[in-house]
């Protein structure tokens, strides 16, 4: 009776042992890198950027993607997450929860109006020039 509880006890923490193990890998690590693939409709998309931004949405990480579509980056938190912006396409924001993305990017149906305000309160509004008299010709 307390061979094959003994047994039945091995048996539970071998499955949990490898259980940790496999799920240890998904979850990366400081100083892991981070790569994959962007792509749209069309296929790979390349001169993306990808940022890795910390809780204060400050850049801590950056690459570019390259002529295939492939990114590849040194993660400094895990707990950070991957912005990833693109003119004419839709944001990407993920967290950082594997070693490889596959990523495809949605193009805009529409782009979003900007508004522009030429009284933005702006403390510096660079350096005046003065007002000239008639330019006079001057020969060396």
């Known amino acids: 009776m307390k061979t094959s509880r003994l047994i039945v006890f091995m048996v539970l923490l071998f499955i949990q042992a490898a259980a940790t193990t496999v799920f240890a890998q998904d979850k990366p690590k400081a100083g892991d890198t981070i790569s994959g693939i962007i792509r749209d409709s069309i296929g790979p998309m390349i001169w993306v950027n990808v940022l ?72 510096y509004k660079g350096i005046p020039i003065p007002l000239r008299e008639a330019a006079k010709s001057v020969s060396h």
């Open 52 to 123: 890795e931004l910390d809780s204060s949405d400050s850049v801590v990480a950056h690459t570019v993607t390259d002529f295939g579509g492939h990114f590849s980056f040194r993660l400094v938190n895990p707990d950070d997450r991957m912005q990833i912006p693109f003119v004419g396409y839709e944001t990407v924001v993920i967290p950082i929860d594997t070693t490889f993305f596959e990523i495809k990017m949605k193009e805009w149906d529409e782009l979003p109006q900007v508004e522009m305000n030429t009284d933005s309160g702006y403390p």
